[in-house]
């Protein structure tokens, strides 16, 4: 088959060349975003913990301030364009259950649900949770394995998953019942930050991979056909 004169080829290359910065642009340009909010809440949330009065609203592990109202969007959007991915590729299911997970623990964060059900049960918040995080689990693998193919999606769905089991280790590592243990700050601080950067990561995941998606099909109307996984556009 003909590929078309030099000067076709050449402008077919410039045509696909531009998709493919249209469609990393805004992955990247909310990278920068939730990286410069995440910073400003790190210096204000350090701040808080030093008693500057003007940084109380940013304190970290306080409820329905800054910081926590953050988080929660965070986990909101993460969420919602997860369920976003799985519209438009129903055969990447194991991506639904995440996005169901991620969207609870939004309104676990400004509900504190997690905190109400510790003490109505008695039992640790984490136990009571395992059996999600269990499935939440398996299905963030088979999702990495479908969608393999994309680098990014690859680096920032591992890394988002780096940052929440470490997180929820210095969680663990912070409390001795309901005493905060010697250290505290030390690991709060990290924790919760951590928590952002997790969120923040999944959420630029599930963007790349819709990026990836337009970039195979430029039409918004057409969706993934399952047909295998998701391959990275030829060079």
């Known amino acids: ?31 920068v975003v939730c990286l410069a909010l995440i910073t400003l809440f790190a210096i ?5 913990r030093l008693d500057v009065a003007a940084a109380q609203w940013f304190e970290l ?17 993460a969420g919602t364009s997860t369920v976003g991915v799985w519209r438009r590729d129903r055969s990447g299911r194991a991506v639904l259950p995440v996005g ?25 918040w984490q136990v009571l949770y395992l059996p999600a995080f269990a499935v939440a689990g398996v299905c963030f693998l088979l999702a990495l394995r479908r969608y393999w193919a994309i680098p990014a999606f690859r680096g ?19 409390w001795d019942g309901d005493v905060q243990r010697t250290g505290y700050s030390a690991m709060m601080i990290p924790e919760e930050l951590l928590e952002m950067l997790g969120s923040a990561s999944f959420l630029v995941a599930m963007l790349v991979v819709v990026a990836a998606m337009r970039e195979r099909h430029p039409d918004p109307g057409v969706r993934a056909d399952g047909n295998g996984r998701l391959n990275s556009p030829a060079p």
């Open 100 to 124: 169901v997970l991620l969207c609870f623990m939004a309104v676990d964060e400004v509900t504190a649900l997690h905190e109400t059900l510790e003490a109505t049960t008695g039992v640790d």
């Open 44 to 48: 204000t949330g350090f701040l808080a």
């Open 156 to 174: 920032t769905w591992v890394l988002g998953a780096v940052c929440w089991v470490v997180s929820q280790v210095l969680e663990f590592l912070q």
């Open 1 to 31: 088959m003909s590929l078309g004169t030099p000067t076709s080829r050449y402008s077919t290359i410039r045509r696909a060349g531009a998709l493919a910065m249209e469609a990393s642009r805004p992955p990247v340009l909310v990278a």
């Open 61 to 77: 592990d306080a409820e329905l301030r800054g910081a926590a109202v953050f988080s929660a969007l965070l986990l909101l959007a």
